[in-house]
Protein backbone atom coordinates (compact mmCIF):
# COMPACT_ATOMS: atom_id res chain seq x y z
CA UNK A 1 0.00 0.00 0.00
CA UNK A 2 1.26 3.25 -1.11
CA UNK A 3 1.04 6.26 1.24
CA UNK A 4 0.22 9.59 -0.28
CA UNK A 5 3.34 11.49 -0.71
CA UNK A 6 2.99 15.53 -1.26
CA UNK A 7 6.22 17.34 -2.03
CA UNK A 8 6.23 21.30 -2.12
CA UNK A 9 8.80 22.13 -4.50
CA UNK A 10 9.79 26.51 -3.34
CA UNK A 11 12.02 26.56 -6.39
CA UNK A 12 13.45 30.30 -5.98
CA UNK A 13 11.43 31.66 -3.60
CA UNK A 14 11.96 32.31 0.10
CA UNK A 15 12.87 34.33 2.66
CA UNK A 16 13.61 34.00 6.21
CA UNK A 17 10.09 35.46 7.12
CA UNK A 18 8.61 33.61 4.87
CA UNK A 19 10.57 30.20 5.66
CA UNK A 20 9.80 30.63 9.53
CA UNK A 21 6.07 31.52 9.23
CA UNK A 22 5.65 28.62 6.46
CA UNK A 23 7.06 25.86 7.88
CA UNK A 24 5.70 26.54 11.44
CA UNK A 25 2.09 26.03 9.69
CA UNK A 26 2.94 23.01 7.79
CA UNK A 27 4.48 21.35 10.93
CA UNK A 28 1.35 22.42 13.03
CA UNK A 29 -1.08 21.02 10.75
CA UNK A 30 0.54 18.41 8.44
CA UNK A 31 -1.75 15.59 8.14
CA UNK A 32 -0.71 12.24 9.58
CA UNK A 33 -2.17 10.41 7.02
CA UNK A 34 0.41 12.20 4.08
CA UNK A 35 3.78 11.65 3.67
CA UNK A 36 5.16 15.40 3.46
CA UNK A 37 7.70 16.46 2.06
CA UNK A 38 9.52 20.27 1.21
CA UNK A 39 12.12 21.79 -0.89
CA UNK A 40 13.66 25.24 -0.06
CA UNK A 41 16.26 26.76 -1.90
CA UNK A 42 19.96 25.39 -0.61
CA UNK A 43 20.33 28.46 1.50
CA UNK A 44 17.61 28.45 3.85
CA UNK A 45 18.15 24.49 4.76
CA UNK A 46 20.21 24.67 7.75
CA UNK A 47 17.48 27.15 8.87
CA UNK A 48 14.50 24.59 7.05
CA UNK A 49 16.35 21.33 9.26
CA UNK A 50 16.50 22.82 12.58
CA UNK A 51 12.71 24.06 12.44
CA UNK A 52 11.62 20.30 11.20
CA UNK A 53 13.18 19.19 14.43
CA UNK A 54 10.81 16.38 16.01
CA UNK A 55 8.41 16.65 12.96
CA UNK A 56 7.55 14.24 10.71
CA UNK A 57 7.89 16.65 7.78
CA UNK A 58 10.87 16.04 5.90
CA UNK A 59 13.41 17.90 3.77
CA UNK A 60 14.47 17.44 0.54
CA UNK A 61 17.06 20.29 -1.67
CA UNK A 62 16.15 21.18 -5.08
CA UNK A 63 19.35 20.39 -7.21
CA UNK A 64 23.09 18.76 -6.41
CA UNK A 65 26.25 18.21 -8.41
CA UNK A 66 27.07 14.96 -9.04
CA UNK A 67 30.84 14.88 -7.75
CA UNK A 68 31.41 14.66 -3.86
CA UNK A 69 33.58 17.83 -3.29
CA UNK A 70 36.09 19.80 -5.19
CA UNK A 71 36.53 22.90 -7.37
CA UNK A 72 32.92 23.88 -8.76
CA UNK A 73 32.17 27.13 -7.19
CA UNK A 74 28.72 27.81 -6.25
CA UNK A 75 27.80 23.64 -6.62
CA UNK A 76 26.51 22.05 -3.84
CA UNK A 77 27.00 18.02 -3.33
CA UNK A 78 24.46 15.29 -2.39
CA UNK A 79 26.50 14.62 0.97
CA UNK A 80 26.22 18.31 2.01
CA UNK A 81 22.57 17.91 2.03
CA UNK A 82 22.71 14.93 3.60
CA UNK A 83 24.87 17.17 6.49
CA UNK A 84 22.33 19.80 6.04
CA UNK A 85 19.38 17.82 6.95
CA UNK A 86 18.14 16.93 3.49
CA UNK A 87 16.49 13.36 3.03
CA UNK A 88 15.81 14.17 -0.78
CA UNK A 89 16.70 16.06 -3.96
CA UNK A 90 14.75 16.78 -6.69
CA UNK A 91 16.69 15.16 -9.89
CA UNK A 92 16.11 15.94 -14.07
CA UNK A 93 13.57 18.79 -13.20
CA UNK A 94 12.33 20.04 -16.13
CA UNK A 95 13.67 23.65 -15.81
CA UNK A 96 16.96 22.33 -14.95
CA UNK A 97 16.48 20.24 -18.34
CA UNK A 98 15.45 23.52 -20.38
CA UNK A 99 17.09 26.10 -18.15
CA UNK A 100 20.32 24.86 -17.45
CA UNK A 101 20.42 22.16 -20.63
CA UNK A 102 20.63 19.07 -18.19
CA UNK A 103 20.86 15.94 -20.29
CA UNK A 104 19.23 12.10 -19.39
CA UNK A 105 23.17 11.45 -18.66
CA UNK A 106 23.23 14.45 -16.45
CA UNK A 107 19.99 12.86 -14.51
CA UNK A 108 21.38 9.73 -14.17
CA UNK A 109 24.89 10.82 -12.60
CA UNK A 110 22.97 13.36 -10.23
CA UNK A 111 20.80 10.42 -9.38
CA UNK A 112 23.46 7.81 -8.51
CA UNK A 113 25.28 10.21 -6.43
CA UNK A 114 22.38 10.76 -4.10
CA UNK A 115 21.65 7.36 -3.49
CA UNK A 116 25.48 6.72 -2.80
CA UNK A 117 25.25 9.94 -0.46
CA UNK A 118 21.77 8.29 0.98
CA UNK A 119 19.25 11.13 -0.57
CA UNK A 120 15.71 9.59 -2.17
CA UNK A 121 16.10 11.62 -5.77
CA UNK A 122 12.76 12.42 -7.09
CA UNK A 123 13.63 11.69 -10.53
CA UNK A 124 11.62 14.32 -12.50
CA UNK A 125 10.21 13.23 -16.30
CA UNK A 126 7.60 14.95 -18.62
CA UNK A 127 6.92 15.78 -22.49
CA UNK A 128 6.30 19.42 -23.55
CA UNK A 129 3.25 20.57 -25.55
CA UNK A 130 4.95 20.22 -28.88
CA UNK A 131 6.07 16.64 -27.96
CA UNK A 132 2.20 15.90 -26.67
CA UNK A 133 0.61 17.76 -29.53
CA UNK A 134 3.22 15.69 -31.75
CA UNK A 135 1.59 12.24 -29.92
CA UNK A 136 5.66 11.64 -28.82
CA UNK A 137 4.75 11.39 -24.57
CA UNK A 138 5.34 7.81 -24.37
CA UNK A 139 8.46 7.82 -26.49
CA UNK A 140 9.81 10.90 -24.45
CA UNK A 141 8.71 9.20 -21.22
CA UNK A 142 10.29 6.04 -22.13
CA UNK A 143 13.48 7.77 -23.07
CA UNK A 144 13.16 10.15 -20.13
CA UNK A 145 12.97 7.37 -17.49
CA UNK A 146 15.03 4.52 -19.60
CA UNK A 147 18.54 6.67 -18.43
CA UNK A 148 17.48 5.78 -14.82
CA UNK A 149 16.15 2.23 -15.26
CA UNK A 150 19.03 1.21 -17.55
CA UNK A 151 21.54 2.68 -15.43
CA UNK A 152 20.31 1.58 -11.92
CA UNK A 153 19.43 -1.92 -10.21
CA UNK A 154 16.83 -2.66 -8.98
CA UNK A 155 17.57 -2.17 -5.50
CA UNK A 156 18.99 1.45 -5.92
CA UNK A 157 16.03 2.29 -8.65
CA UNK A 158 13.79 0.86 -5.09
CA UNK A 159 14.50 4.14 -3.25
CA UNK A 160 13.64 6.38 -5.91
CA UNK A 161 10.33 8.69 -6.27
CA UNK A 162 9.39 9.35 -9.65
CA UNK A 163 7.63 12.43 -10.94
CA UNK A 164 5.58 13.01 -13.65
CA UNK A 165 5.19 16.86 -14.90
CA UNK A 166 4.01 17.21 -18.06
CA UNK A 167 5.87 20.73 -18.80
CA UNK A 168 3.01 22.65 -20.26
CA UNK A 169 0.91 22.16 -17.05
CA UNK A 170 4.15 23.59 -14.80
CA UNK A 171 3.46 27.26 -13.77
CA UNK A 172 0.49 27.63 -16.40
CA UNK A 173 -2.66 27.24 -14.30
CA UNK A 174 -3.36 24.51 -17.05
CA UNK A 175 -3.76 20.77 -14.90
CA UNK A 176 -3.42 17.80 -16.76
CA UNK A 177 -6.70 16.10 -16.74
CA UNK A 178 -7.11 13.45 -13.94
CA UNK A 179 -7.54 11.12 -16.59
CA UNK A 180 -4.41 12.38 -18.89
CA UNK A 181 -2.51 12.17 -15.74
CA UNK A 182 -3.18 8.54 -15.36
CA UNK A 183 -2.90 7.58 -18.30
CA UNK A 184 0.77 8.24 -18.44
CA UNK A 185 1.31 7.48 -14.57
CA UNK A 186 -0.03 3.81 -15.80
CA UNK A 187 2.53 3.81 -18.61
CA UNK A 188 5.37 5.00 -15.77
CA UNK A 189 4.18 1.68 -14.07
CA UNK A 190 4.18 -0.40 -16.99
CA UNK A 191 7.49 0.05 -17.63
CA UNK A 192 8.81 -0.21 -13.71
CA UNK A 193 7.24 -3.48 -14.07
CA UNK A 194 8.93 -4.12 -17.46
CA UNK A 195 12.08 -3.75 -15.12
CA UNK A 196 10.79 -5.71 -11.75
CA UNK A 197 6.88 -6.50 -10.42
CA UNK A 198 7.50 -5.86 -6.91
CA UNK A 199 9.05 -2.43 -7.66
CA UNK A 200 6.11 -0.69 -10.32
CA UNK A 201 4.05 -1.68 -7.25
CA UNK A 202 6.13 -0.15 -4.10
CA UNK A 203 7.20 2.71 -6.32
CA UNK A 204 5.71 6.28 -5.44
CA UNK A 205 5.13 8.26 -8.99
CA UNK A 206 3.88 11.33 -8.29
CA UNK A 207 1.82 13.98 -10.21
CA UNK A 208 3.57 17.43 -10.93
CA UNK A 209 1.73 21.13 -12.91
CA UNK A 210 -0.80 22.98 -11.46
CA UNK A 211 -1.78 21.20 -8.35
CA UNK A 212 -4.04 22.88 -6.42
CA UNK A 213 -5.89 22.31 -2.93
CA UNK A 214 -9.04 22.10 -5.58
CA UNK A 215 -8.06 19.51 -8.00
CA UNK A 216 -5.76 17.53 -6.08
CA UNK A 217 -8.21 15.05 -4.46
CA UNK A 218 -9.73 13.69 -8.08
CA UNK A 219 -5.83 13.51 -9.47
CA UNK A 220 -4.71 11.37 -5.94
CA UNK A 221 -7.61 9.29 -6.60
CA UNK A 222 -6.01 7.68 -9.50
CA UNK A 223 -5.02 4.77 -9.47
CA UNK A 224 -1.40 5.12 -10.31
CA UNK A 225 -1.00 8.85 -9.03
CA UNK A 226 0.59 8.59 -5.18
CA UNK A 227 0.53 11.94 -4.85
CA UNK A 228 2.03 15.50 -6.24
CA UNK A 229 5.27 17.52 -6.54
CA UNK A 230 3.88 21.21 -6.29
CA UNK A 231 5.28 24.31 -7.20
CA UNK A 232 3.46 27.16 -6.87
CA UNK A 233 0.64 26.19 -4.67
CA UNK A 234 3.60 25.27 -2.25
CA UNK A 235 4.01 28.65 -1.54
CA UNK A 236 0.90 29.18 0.47
CA UNK A 237 0.29 27.39 3.99
CA UNK A 238 -3.70 26.83 3.43
CA UNK A 239 -3.18 25.97 -0.49
CA UNK A 240 -0.18 23.18 0.33
CA UNK A 241 -1.87 22.49 3.20
CA UNK A 242 -5.43 21.63 1.82
CA UNK A 243 -3.27 19.68 -0.53
CA UNK A 244 -1.79 17.03 1.48
CA UNK A 245 -5.19 16.78 3.25
CA UNK A 246 -6.99 16.28 -0.31
CA UNK A 247 -10.91 17.51 0.71
O1 LIG B 1 8.09 21.02 -9.11
C1 LIG B 1 6.94 21.43 -9.27
C2 LIG B 1 6.38 21.61 -10.59
O2 LIG B 1 7.24 22.25 -11.45
C3 LIG B 1 4.98 22.13 -10.62
O3 LIG B 1 4.93 23.51 -10.47
P1 LIG B 1 3.49 24.22 -10.36
O4 LIG B 1 2.74 23.50 -9.29
O5 LIG B 1 3.78 25.64 -10.02
O6 LIG B 1 2.82 24.05 -11.69
Redesign the pocket.
Known amino acids: MRRLLVAG?W?MNASKVMLNELLASIVENAPQQTDVVVFPPAPYLMAASDKLQGSAVKLGGQNINPNDSGAYTGEISASMMIDCGCEAV?VG???RRTLYAETDADVLAKTEAALNAGLIPYV?IGETLAEREANQTEAVIEQQINAVLNGLNVQQLAKCVF?Y?PVW????GKTASPEQAQQVHAFIRGLLAAKDEKLALNSHVLY????KADNAKELFAQQDIDGG??????LKAEEFLGICNPA
Open positions: NKLHSECAEAIGTGGSVLVGGAS
